[in-house]
């Protein structure tokens, strides 16, 4: 079983709908990064968190440290949001862990 | 693949001692950030260089920290004297920046970290 594990891991939607991205982790963890990677390869850091949830324009990000999980959502969803989206914990020995991805498509 | 590789791996080493962190951007790449990642600040920007040139360190301690690019193929970090608070995982990432400034949402390709242990 893996250490983090994403769900779904295809995604297809239409614009506008509001869209979550699960993702569980069975290990003690420092911090939970949300990463989206876009199709030419690249990764930008969308989220770091530790509690709680934090909000950046249309995309949020919880997190619950008793149930180690956490959830992306991203509301109005547009067909640039289209990317892969990537779980990754910072374990207790600061070792990064990544989920395999979610692939979201948004069609127009 | 092309990747960001990071030297070394992970790095313990005694209060007052220099350290070095190496970075390998992504050939043909131009711009070069910073991280580091400690439990209480979360994921801090260091420095970003393009073109080697050095475009913001101000979240970077001058007095002690102190980044580079000697040539286009490496970037360093260094602190001396390296102190317990700087233990972390420190990130390098590197983008292809085409027009005019830096944003931060601009797409990085990150490094696998130095885990630094400052006793």
């Known amino acids: 079983k893996n250490e983090v594990e994403q769900s779904p891991q295809n995604l297809t939607a239409q614009e506008e709908e509001f869209i979550t991205i699960n993702c569980s982790y069975s290990?003690?963890?420092?911090?939970l990064h949300w990463l989206q990677q876009h199709p030419g390869g690249g990764i930008v850091s969308l989220f770091m968190l530790s509690s709680g949830k934090k909000k950046h324009g249309r995309l949020i990000a919880t997190i619950n440290i008793q149930e180690k999980h956490s959830s992306l959502h991203i509301t109005a969803s547009h067909p640039r949001d289209s990317a892969v989206y990537i779980c990754?914990?910072?374990?207790?020995?600061?070792?990064?862990?990544w989920g395999a991805g979610t692939k979201l498509i948004i069609k127009p | 693949d092309a990747r960001v590789t990071q030297t070394p791996r992970h790095k313990v080493t005694e209060m007052g001692q220099e350290v070095t962190m190496r970075c390998q951007p992504i050939l043909g790449h131009n711009t070069v950030f910073w991280y580091r990642q400690t439990m209480m600040q979360g994921l801090e920007l260091l420095a970003y260089f393009r073109n080697r040139a050095p475009l913001d360190d101000s979240g970077m301690p001058k007095d002690r920290f102190s980044a580079e690019m000697p040539d286009a193929t490496l970037a360093t970090l260094k602190i001396q004297p390296s102190e317990p608070r700087d233990s972390a995982v420190y990130f390098c990432?590197?983008?292809?920046?085409?027009?005019?400034?830096?944003?931060?949402?601009?797409?990085?390709?990150f490094g696998p970290g130095t885990r630094l242990t400052v006793l």
């Open positions: 290990v003690g963890i420092s911090a």
């Open positions: 990432a590197s983008g292809l920046i085409v027009d005019g400034g830096v944003s931060l949402t601009d797409t990085q390709y």
């Open positions: 990754a914990v910072l374990d207790s020995n600061y070792q990064l862990i």
